[in-house]
Structure formats: structure tokens, C-alpha cells
């Protein structure tokens, strides 16, 4: 499976943005999805999952109830709505998936997911 994530920018705070990722699955049935961020000298970054099996989502504190991750399994693409976004969502932006079903309490593990994305850049300046 590969995937790339496109869509980054730059753009003012308070304003909107949406990361796609374009993956090469047949389907993403029983697929678990998600994007993380990265900051220069910072770990990575749980943003947000989506778990095809039974819609569930899960969002970082730091994003919940401003970012919307959604899938079009008919196209094989994958986004990010970043509404609302604040000069600290300046980040490189990845998308990774796996091809099971995650547990709830390991699903913003970065370590749970392969193959991951090429990043595409955030920076939302003040």
C-alpha cells in the first residue's frame, strides 16, 4: 500500500483546511486510518483515527471538535478538515494506515501503523 497526502498550505489562523490522502487499496474495509503531525524538535503527534469496521473516531485533545476525518472508500482517499486552526497546528501532516481493526486504547499508537504517507506541510501563521 502506498500513500500521499496532499493539500497542505498556508493559511491564517481561524481559517479552514483539507489534507486528502490518496491510497493504493482495493478497499479500506477493516482498515484503521489516521493522521499525526509532526513539529521540528517535537514526537510525533496523534491527530485523528477513523476505524472502517465500525465508524468510530478518535481526535487528539488538541484538535477535538475542530478537525473532521472522513473517508471515501469508492475513491480510495482519505481527509483531514481542519477548521479553526491555530499557529500550533503548524505541522508536517501524515496519514499512515493498517489493514486490521485497532483497539481503541492503542489506536493513536504511531507504532501500530505501516505504511505511512509522505507528509505534506500546515503552517498557519498569526
Known amino acids: 500500500v502506498q500513500l500521499q497526502a496532499f493539500g497542505g498550505g498556508l493559511v491564517q489562523a481561524g481559517g479552514s483546511l483539507r489534507l486528502s490522502c490518496a491510497a493504493s487499496v482495493r478497499t479500506f474495509n477493516s482498515y484503521s486510518i489516521a493522521w499525526f503531525r509532526r513539529t521540528p524538535g517535537k514526537e510525533r503527534e496523534f491527530v485523528a483515527a477513523l476505524r472502517w469496521s465500525d465508524s468510530a473516531r478518535y481526535y487528539g485533545d488538541s484538535v477535538k471538535d475542530r478537525f473532521t476525518i472522513s473517508v471515501d472508500n469508492a475513491k480510495k482517499m482519505v481527509y483531514l478538515q481542519m477548521n479553526g486552526l491555530k499557529p500550533e497546528d503548524t505541522a508536517v501532516y501524515y496519514c499512515?494506515?493498517?489493514?486490521?481493526?485497532?483497539?481503541?486504547?492503542?489506536?493513536?499508537?504511531?507504532?501500530?501503523?505501516?505504511?505511512w504517507g509522505q507528509g505534506t506541510l500546515v503552517t498557519v501563521s498569526s
Open positions: 499512515a494506515t493498517k489493514p486490521t481493526r485497532i483497539l481503541p486504547a492503542y489506536i493513536n499508537r504511531e507504532d501500530m501503523y505501516s505504511p
